[in-house]
């Protein structure tokens, strides 16, 4: 299994190949008065207009720092809806893909309903990395907002 690695803060994070369509660089969105404050804005990807959320305001409550790794990592999401749209998902440090057996990852032993995005943890470099499951990301609140591409 390929995984995309990608930091939140200090904390190491992978995201299956199979869910990522696209990263692409970092760039200006434009805000979206009154919407969620982990819904960094707007951005026209591929001829839409593409929500992008902020996996650090999601997990720490800050902004990504914007720098040379920070990337927006486009994905397909199904919204509470049941609509299936394109994301975008702002990270840290998107620097590496990672080759990994399914057998070479453990189960973290911690489970709670409002982290059920987390799975499992495959050890690289001496380092953890937590998979994310990008269709459980999104609390029911932010998620309900996201509506289908053509409205």
Request: glycine letters at 6%.
């Amino acid at each position: 299994m390929l995984i995309l690695g990608l930091s939140i803060g200090d904390e190491r994070y992978g995201v299956q190949a199979t869910q990522v369509i696209e990263v692409v660089p970092l760039i200006e969105l434009r805000k979206v008065p009154l919407a969620d404050k982990c819904i960094r804005g707007i951005f026209n990807y591929r001829g839409y207009p593409t929500p992008v959320v902020d996996l650090c305001q999601l997990f720490e409550s800050r902004n990504c720092i914007s720098n040379l790794s920070t990337r927006i990592i486009i994905v397909e999401y199904t919204a509470l809806t049941g609509v299936k749209r394109s994301i975008g998902l702002i990270a840290e440090k998107v620097t590496n893909v990672m080759n990994c057996k399914v057998s070479e990852m453990e189960n973290s032993g911690i489970q709670q309903d409002q982290n059920n995005f987390l799975g499992l943890i495959y050890t690289h470099n001496s380092e953890m990395i937590q998979l994310i499951d990008t269709n459980r990301i999104l609390p029911d609140s932010i998620s309900s907002q996201l509506m289908s591409e053509l409205g």
